[in-house]
């Protein structure tokens, strides 16, 4: 071997020096890591999970409005007539085949026949019978195509809520919503991609677990605005705080949030928290003001009812919706009635006057919505779609004074419709028995409804999945069919 390698290397550092210099190049190190890029400035974001992803093929549909109208609307006093109701009212309901469970129970009890308390009349080109009550949606008539006799898995709000909105009668599975920004993710970056507004009066049956995201990762799920106020509490700074220094507290939140994700392999709620600070911090300069539809012109606010208290709270919902969509908000959830009763379409007595005051609630938003929408050219790529978790029985509930008498579940004869992106408005699919209570033939599924809500965004229900538990799951799990008979 070489000397050399064994030469003197001379004097070296003292003791003092040595730790001196180790220790200010720990602390430059530990302070690098934390500061890196800099405290000062936006830090290398993590992951976009919201970024847009390219779709299965072209869609018609760049965003969707999904109306959700709790407690189980009754389509045989609204968009199915039926005028059999009215020559056998009074009478005992025939008993049917093709049903199962309690609506089976009900047709061998001794249930009679109940007319609606309703006028209907054909409304537009396509003759569409429709409530008269709905003055303003019943001349939209043509634009809109109609679901007969769509079946869910259950006779009970929990399960069809759950059902309606994420596909599968149990809890802990993806919204709609969920899937389409898994899919599809959002084109405006500063707001939530997928936005809830509920009733203000309170929340559905179920309340959060409607926009859950499941299995999917935590930052699919919806985010619910509030309906008056500051959309999001705590949205806003702490008084005294510069928009320089909240970005300084969340650099360094951030990095302390990422150290501990590191540890916790697969902890996607850890991920979520870390997305949605940075979302939030967004959102400071843009969701305050795309919520404040007080900047819309008086005409357009008059539009959606908003000088009318009755109809004013759904109005502005419908409002916020159309400035979110047209931001480039993907996915909004529109809930109507609270929970299940007397504030929500759940009409089990007083049918005529219960019926009658939802229906005023959302007649002129719901038109106007469509309307605004096609003035303002978005309809074609602007699916809206409008539906309950259930259907009602075509005999009545309860005895005595007509004025009291309702009408309970029924799984089997739900209608919704669709407009908008893709669809051909005016068509009609599916079909129910003379008295309303179910479809004709093969029944249309949910996930027929959702499927074809999915196909309008340009997403395959087939090929939208998610590796689960070991299996591959979607939205569609046990299989959808396209609706093609109401696609343009």
């Known amino acids: 071997m070489s000397d050399k ?36 400035e936006a830090a290398e974001a993590p992951k976009n999970l919201f970024a847009p992803k390219p779709p299965h093929f072209a869609p018609k549909a760049k965003g969707c409005i999904f109306m959700y109208m709790s407690g189980g ?43 609606s308390p309703f006028e209907f009349a054909q409304f537009g080109q396509s003759g569409r019978h429709i409530n008269k009550l ?33 596909g599968s009668i149990f809890l802990g599975n993806p919204s709609v919503g969920s899937w389409v920004l898994y899919g599809l993710g ?19 049956m179920n309340g959060a677990a409607v926009w859950q995201s499941g299995y999917l990762p935590a930052s699919y799920q919806g985010t619910a605005l509030r309906s008056s106020g500051t959309p999001i509490l705590d949205l806003e700074s702490a008084p005294g705080v510069s928009r320089n220094e909240a970005r300084k507290e969340l650099d360094l939140l951030r990095w ?19 997305a949605s600070y940075e979302l939030a911090f967004r959102m400071q300069t843009e969701a305050m003001d795309l919520v404040n539809v007080d900047k819309e012109p008086a005409h357009i606010r008059k539009l959606y009812g908003l000088d009318d208290p009755i109809a004013a709270p759904f109005g502005r919902q419908c409002l916020m919706a ?9 996915f909004v959830l529109l809930i109507h009635g609270y929970e299940n009763g007397i504030q929500s379409w759940d009409q089990h007595n007083q049918l005529g006057e219960f019926l009658s005051q939802r229906v005023r609630e959302v007649d002129r938003p719901v038109a106007g919505l469509l309307k605004d929408l096609k003035q303002r050219g978005m309809m074609n790529d602007t699916l809206v779609s409008w539906t309950s978790e259930m259907g009602r029985t075509p ?11 309702g009408r309970n579940h029924n799984q089997y004869g739900m209608v919704s419709w669709m407009a908008g992106g893709g669809i051909k408005g005016g068509a009609t699919v599916g079909q129910t028995d ?47 069919t396209v609706l093609k008979d109401i696609l343009a």
């Open 5 to 40: 390698i064994f030469a003197p290397l001379g004097p070296g550092p003292s003791r003092r020096e040595l730790l001196s210099r180790c220790w200010n190049g720990i602390g430059s190190l530990a302070f690098a890591a934390m500061a890196a890029p800099g405290l000062g």
């Open 73 to 115: 609307v009754s389509q045989v006093d609204t968009f199915d007539y039926k005028p059999t109701l009215k020559k056998m009212a009074g009478k005992r309901m025939p008993i049917l085949p093709g049903v199962s469970g309690q609506i089976e129970a009900l047709l061998k009890a001794n249930n009679q026949v109940l007319a």
């Open 134 to 166: 709905f003055e303003q949606l019943g001349p939209c008539a043509d634009d809109l195509a109609f679901l007969y006799g769509v079946k869910v898995d259950s006779n009970s709000h929990g399960a069809t809520t759950m059902h309606v909105n994420t």
């Open 186 to 204: 959002t084109e405006n970056q500063n707001v939530p991609g997928y936005i809830v507004l509920q009733d203000p009066r309170g929340g559905p």
């Open 256 to 274: 302390l949030n990422e150290q501990h994700a590191a540890k916790e392999k697969g902890a996607d709620d850890l991920e979520a928290r870390i």
């Open 322 to 330: 159309r400035r979110l969509v047209e931001s480039g908000v993907r």
């Open 395 to 405: 005999f009545a509930q309860g005895n005595g004074d007509i004025v009291k008498l």
């Open 434 to 480: 003379e008295f309303g209570l179910k479809g004709i033939g093969e029944s249309l599924r949910v996930r027929d409804f959702h499927a074809t809500v999915l196909h309008s965004l340009g997403l395959n229900d087939a090929a939208l999945t998610y590796l689960h538990q070991g299996r591959y799951k979607r939205l569609t799990d046990t299989g959808g």
